[in-house]
């Protein structure tokens, strides 16, 4: 019983046998390799189609403004939600920034949606949109 249990006599040599290495040979470890540089190519993809959406959506909005009041002011919010909701579909990358990105303009879509349903007396400012699509541009040209 006490061979089995792996307890010994009192006797500490080594065996005889081949001694198993204790840790795994350097060459079998795989080296490290850098994260590659820039945009994944379903980035830069995502980055062109989001960019189509927003000029799509843009364009559409302003077609709305020219309803006038008070029906414009619902089809241009339309117009605003129609478009965040289609951004959001594009907010799935690798990237952390440009999903960020992504995400900043479909809010300051929303925003302005919001903005128009309430039937102001003029037009809302565009500021925060175009600042939005300024920082998706920037995250979609990273290297």
């Known amino acids: ?3 089995m249990s792996g307890c010994g006599d009192g006797d500490d040599k080594p065996s005889a046998g081949p001694a198993a290495p204790s840790a795994p040979a350097a060459t079998s470890v795989p080296p490290v390799t850098p994260a590659p ?3 994944d190519d379903a980035t830069r993809t995502t980055c062109a189609k989001a960019e189509k959406d927003i000029t799509a959506a843009l364009k559409e909005a302003a077609e709305a403004e020219k309803i006038g009041p008070p029906a ?3 089809a241009v919010s ?3 939600s ?3 909701a289609t951004l959001y579909t594009h907010a799935f990358t690798s990237s952390d920034e440009v999903n960020g990105a992504v995400k900043g303009v479909a809010t300051a879509m929303t925003d302005l949606a919001d903005t128009w349903a309430e039937a102001p007396g003029k ?3 565009k500021a925060d949109l175009t600042a939005a699509r300024a920082k998706l541009k920037t995250a979609c040209t990273a290297n």
Do not use: D, F, R
């Open 72 to 74: 414009g002011h619902s």
């Open 37 to 39: 540089a820039g945009l």
């Open 123 to 125: 037009a809302p400012s």
């Open 1 to 3: 019983m006490i061979v």
């Open 78 to 80: 339309a117009q605003y």
């Open 82 to 84: 129609a478009g965040a």
